[in-house]
């Protein structure tokens, strides 16, 4: 294949990709509702349960979205140095969303500031958002897909707190919002936790957070402890689906972390929603590709 | 109009003040007849700027929600997908709509505050949650998009009338009394999460 034919063929693989994400919630999400939904004991809860898995039926079986907020497009890419596409990657990300858009259909969400014009087509200033990462030596690429929905969007927050606030500031932090602003952001939800040195690293340790599988655990075994802590404490608060009440709240808590500023304690917190639409793809050099988060996804067979 | 259909209690538009000052919160209804679709922009233009909407609502219902649509004015509408938004977003100016629109009916997702609350009681009005994020199951209990205003907003934000057939489950969550679900159950939700904190504040202290 000459370069234009693989950067076209990548530009389809990922347009359809975000498609299918759109359409097919992860595994890892499906295999956790399915826990929640089995443990819920209210039958209000548990009958919004058995709607939520009736719409993800309907919308695989007829190939729509599963939720109308198709949200803004996010790329985590951990792109090998030596991956043959690396520096075409920006623009075949921007046109595969652009073609995702038409093709799935995404609802157009992207709005220029000060112009307050939507774009209609999901892309703009900044957008599709590239979170990079360039891995050396290497020639493989992986990329994170993530429909960022404006009602999971809108609760999130970061702050700096005291090293005095200590952990228990943190704590407080995640769950103070949790039951407030949270009950409108479509529980069960995935908690993003970020702790670093300053706001902006914070919060995008928090992103990053929610592309970890719901169920994983932070290798650093306090942190997992902390996240263990505040999933039993927050699903005791019983927000339930749609924050109406129930068994649980969350779908996971994930903590992400950098090195602090020993004078602050960055925090941040993200949230995905129930219908959390995340993917995973890896590339190789000749753009096979596998997917650990949508097991049904295939390409041109 | 209410009646039992199927063993659900269903409204038809339009609704008289007599079918929406008989709910109560925690009811679970379902609606058939004419909605349109109003948030951010719609409530910006209606009250803000003091414009008339594209089609009268009286006695009918609003939804706040942005809809995946094909097709055009030409050729027909098809929707793809809806569903709720976040309601509190509209909180600041719902009273004043309300008022203007006599709407009597909102759709939306999570809870809204005290005017709204104050709306629903003075002009008998509820405010009514659909569970979101199932945009497909809600797509299908529509049958056609009847007019679409203010298309400059874009799809999202568009004022598009919606015929729909047994909408639901519809949960009450503010009454024409007043009485707000939501706000009973951030209470509740804060009291909890005090004794979770306490509980684990202990240990946070000392493993880390």
Same mark, same amino acid.
């Given at each position: ?64 979205? &599963? ?64 979170? #990079? ?19 999971? &969007? ?25 039951? &407030? ?92 929603? #129930? ?27 | ?63 706040? /929600? ?5 097709? @055009? /004015? ?57 569970? /979101?994020?199932? /945009? ?24 598009? @009338? ?13 009454? @024409? ?13 804060? @009291? ?17």
């Amino acid at each position: 294949m000459t370069v234009e034919e693989k950067k076209n063929r990548l530009t389809d693989i990922m347009a359809a990709f975000i498609g299918y994400t759109a359409v097919h919630l992860p595994d890892d999400i499906v295999s956790k509702l399915e826990d929640l939904r089995d443990a819920e004991d209210d039958p209000a809860a548990r009958s919004i349960y058995d709607m939520m898995f009736e719409n993800m039926r309907l919308a695989s079986q007829l190939g729509r979205p &599963s939720c109308q907020d198709t949200g803004l497009v996010q790329f985590k890419i951990e792109c090998g140095s030596r991956f043959p596409l690396i520096h075409q990657l920006k623009d075949i990300l921007h046109d595969a969303v652009i073609k995702a858009t038409a093709e799935t259909p995404l609802r157009p969400n992207a709005v220029e500031p000060f112009d307050e014009i939507n774009t209609g087509n999901n892309t703009g200033t900044g957008a599709p958002a590239l979170f #990079w990462d360039i891995v050396p030596d290497d020639e493989s690429c992986s990329i994170y897909t993530y429909l960022a929905g404006g009602g999971c &969007s809108l609760p999130g927050h970061a702050m700096v707190l005291m090293p005095g606030d200590g952990y228990e500031g943190v704590a407080r932090f995640v769950m103070d919002r949790i039951t &407030s602003y949270c009950l409108n952001a479509c529980p069960p939800l995935l908690v993003g936790v970020g702790i670093a040195g300053s706001i902006e690293t914070a919060a995008l340790l928090s992103k990053h957070a929610l592309l970890r599988p719901a169920g994983s655990h932070n290798p650093n075994k306090k942190a997992a402890e902390m996240e263990k802590l505040l999933e039993d404490s927050i699903n005791a608060v019983g927000i339930g689906p749609q924050g109406l009440g129930g068994s649980s709240s969350v779908l996971g808590v994930n903590i992400e972390y950098s090195a602090r500023h020993t004078a602050t304690i960055g925090v941040a917190v993200s949230f995905g929603c #129930w219908t959390h639409r995340r993917g995973h793809i890896t590339f190789d050099s000749d753009l096979g590709f596998i997917t650990d988060t949508h097991a049904g996804f295939t390409y041109g067979l | 109009m209410t009646e039992t259909i199927n063993g659900r209690t269903t409204l038809t538009t339009p609704f008289t003040e007599e079918d929406i000052r008989a709910l109560r919160t925690g009811d679970v209804i379902y609606i058939s007849g004419d909605i349109v679709t109003g948030r951010d922009d719609v409530h910006i233009r209606a009250v803000s700027e003091g414009m008339d909407l594209p089609a009268e609502i009286r006695g009918k219902a609003l939804m706040h /929600a942005g809809p995946i649509v094909t097709g @055009s /004015a030409e050729d027909g509408y098809s929707l793809v997908a809806i569903g709720p938004t976040t309601s509190m977003r509209m909180e600041k100016l719902e009273y004043d709509f309300i008022k203007k629109t006599g709407v009597r009916l909102i759709i939306g997702k999570g809870g809204m505050g005290k005017r709204t609350a104050e709306a629903c009681r003075e002009f008998g009005a509820v405010h009514c949650v659909l569970p /979101a994020g199932n /945009a497909v199951f809600t797509a299908l209990c529509t049958e056609e998009i009847t007019d679409a205003g203010w298309l400059d907003l874009g799809m999202a934000e568009a004022f598009w @009338s919606i015929r729909v057939r047994e909408l639901g489950p519809l949960i009450v969550s503010i009454d @024409s009394s007043g009485k707000n679900l939501f706000e009973e159950k951030k209470k509740e939700y804060a @009291s909890r999460k005090e004794e979770q904190l306490q509980k684990i504040s202990k240990r946070l202290e000392t493993i880390l």
